[in-house]
């Protein structure tokens, strides 16, 4: 090989080169984790006799069965449900709150505009278990500050803990949290928006609520798909909250979500397998739905160009 070859050789090499190191990390701590699950959730424990001693417990191929057995089970099927009900209620506001702060924000009226965006967006920062357990002090009776002001005014005591407010307590926590995330991110798509166009709009005489609703709305959509993409992603793998509020009330089951029922299996029962094929399944329901979310919001943007 001469030397020109050789330059050649490695200038063409020189992109996988640097692909190398990211390559093995996702080899190492994401697609061989999740081929291993795979690999669990086709297999089952075997117990022979009194399952005592060595070779009375054995690892052998399940087939489908556990996938099967994830599919009948009640406590997933109801944890699927109330993850439905919770996610129908934190979606539409959260975004709906960082769509309404982010017009306001962009606005060439507002005041202290970087102070107001810290302000929103610093309970992000704040990790969700730590969230959940300032929350959880605040829904207690017993100790909640607001909960003293209503007993001192005569007022009812809602409890947020059971039943129905329980769905409106776990959202709350969610939407606190996540809006200031999402602002940021329908804002900068906001400020990358031509002031030209605002201009236009104004001299054929557009009021701020119209260039609002027509032009700033229809503009930003790639970015509220995105954030509703990311938003239905973290309602699916809701785990911190109930489980970070369930020692304050008997209403939160060690299966009250999805992965909650993951994690009781893999964790309080042993069984590893079935945890895996119930994770599979998870991990391929949010994959469809995020792709056929994903292809909808494509499709009507083709169509839309084409008018």
């Known amino acids: ?20 190191p990211a390559t093995i990390l996702f080899l190492l701590f994401f697609a061989l984790p999740i081929g291993y699950a795979i690999w669990l959730s086709f297999h089952k424990v075997k117990v022979s006799g009194l399952g005592l001693g060595s070779g009375a417990r054995k690892e052998v191929w399940a087939g489908p069965e ?8 009640s406590e997933l099927v109801d944890g699927a449900l109330r993850v439905l009900g919770y996610g129908c ?21 507002v005041r202290l505009a970087p102070f107001t965006r810290l302000a929103i967006f ?7 278990v730590v969230a959940a357990l300032l929350w959880g002090f605040l829904y207690l009776p017993d100790v909640s500050p607001f909960f003293h002001v209503l007993e001192k005014l005569s007022l009812p005591q809602p409890d947020l803990l059971d039943g129905g407010p329980l769905y409106l307590a776990l959202s709350n926590i969610a939407v606190w949290g996540g809006t200031g995330f999402n602002m ?5 798509s ?24 027509r032009i700033k709305i229809p503009m930003v959509a790639p970015s509220l798909v995105l954030t509703f993409f990311f938003s239905i992603i973290a309602t699916l793998q809701v785990f911190s909250e109930p489980t970070t509020l369930k020692p304050l009330t008997n209403s939160v089951s060690t299966t009250w979500s999805p992965l909650m029922k993951v994690y009781q299996d893999a964790f309080g029962k042993g069984d590893i397998h079935a945890a ?8 391929l329901a949010t994959l469809l739905l995020s792709f056929g979310f994903l292809r909808a919001a494509n499709r009507r943007h083709k169509r839309e160009a084409a008018r």
């Open 184 to 188: 940021i991110v329908i804002y900068t």
């Open 190 to 213: 906001l400020q990358a928006i031509p002031a030209e166009v605002y201009e236009a709009a104004k001299l054929d005489g557009a009021t701020p609520l119209q260039i609002a609703l």
């Open 89 to 109: 209620i934190v979606v539409p506001v959260m975004l709906g709150l960082a769509l309404v702060f982010a017009l306001m924000l962009d606005s060439d009226k």
């Open 122 to 128: 610093l309970p992000y920062a704040i990790p969700g």
């Open 66 to 73: 556990n996938y099967t057995d994830a599919l009948t089970d």
């Open 1 to 20: 090989m001469t030397r020109a070859s050789r330059k050649a050789y490695g200038v063409k090499g020189a992109p996988y080169a640097f692909l190398l």
């Open 276 to 283: 895996a094929a119930q994770a599979t399944i998870i991990a």
